[in-house]
Structure formats: structure tokens, C-alpha cells
């Protein structure tokens, strides 16, 4: 019924910049929070950015000031601009959104899109 895309990975030098897309498409009624998770090999999926359907933004450390989420809920879309990108933030990024279809929400996630940082 919902599905999110997610686009915009590929391969970055480090410092570079890249942003993410994903766009959510299906029988929506109303997005709540969106967010932006990743992965690295070996390492658990971590939070690294989410937005509210009211623009209430949240960061960890690791990528505050560095990273920034933007959404248009007129297109059912989340953004990831990613700035001063370093060989750490090489992972996949998964899209996640809570997605309201008729009278239930669920929790959603994309397939996800791969970012690699490297010279």
C-alpha cells in the first residue's frame, strides 16, 4: 500500500556533499514523523535525523551541524542534505516514516540507498 524510494547516494570525497531523497507514494492520508536512519557493516542501524509534520527537527551529535532534514508535504517527500561528509558516514540510509492509510498508521521503511565516502 505505501512504499518509500529512496535516491541521491553514490560516492563522495571526503568534505563533499550529497543529498538524499525519499519519496512516499500509496493510499496516504497524513505523514507524521519522517526520518533518516543508516547502517554501516558491523554496526547496529542508528537515528540521524527526523522531522515532525510540523518541521520539529532532531540530530545526534555525530552529525549535528553537519546534516540537515527538510521535508515537502505537499510531495510526500523527506530530504537529507549532507555537507562536510567524512569516511565515518559511509553507510546505507534508510528512509522511515509513519504513515497514516485510512484509520490506521504504520511504520514504514524504504530499501535504502547507499553513501560511500572515500578519496
Known amino acids: 500500500q505505501v512504499q518509500l524510494v529512496e535516491s541521491g547516494g553514490g560516492l563522495v570525497q571526503p568534505g563533499g556533499s550529497l543529498r538524499l531523497s525519499c519519496a512516499a507514494s500509496?493510499?496516504?492520508?497524513?505523514?507524521?514523523?519522517m526520518a533518516w536512519y543508516r547502517q554501516a557493516p558491523g554496526k547496529q542501524r542508528e537515528l540521524v535525523a527526523i522531522?515532525?509534520?510540523?518541521?520539529?527537527?532532531n540530530y545526534p551529535d555525530s552529525v549535528k551541524g553537519r546534516f540537515t532534514i527538510s521535508r515537502d508535504n505537499a510531495k510526500n517527500t523527506v530530504y537529507l542534505q549532507m555537507n562536510s561528509l567524512e569516511p565515518e558516514d559511509t553507510a546505507v540510509y534508510y528512509c522511515?516514516?509513519?504513515?497514516?492509510?485510512?484509520?490506521?498508521?504504520?511504520?514504514?521503511w524504504g530499501r535504502g540507498t547507499q553513501v560511500t565516502v572515500a578519496s
Open positions: 522531522i515532525t509534520s510540523g518541521g520539529s527537527t
Open positions: 522511515n516514516a509513519d504513515v497514516q492509510v485510512g484509520m490506521t498508521t504504520r511504520n514504514y
Open positions: 500509496g493510499t496516504i492520508f497524513s505523514i507524521y514523523d
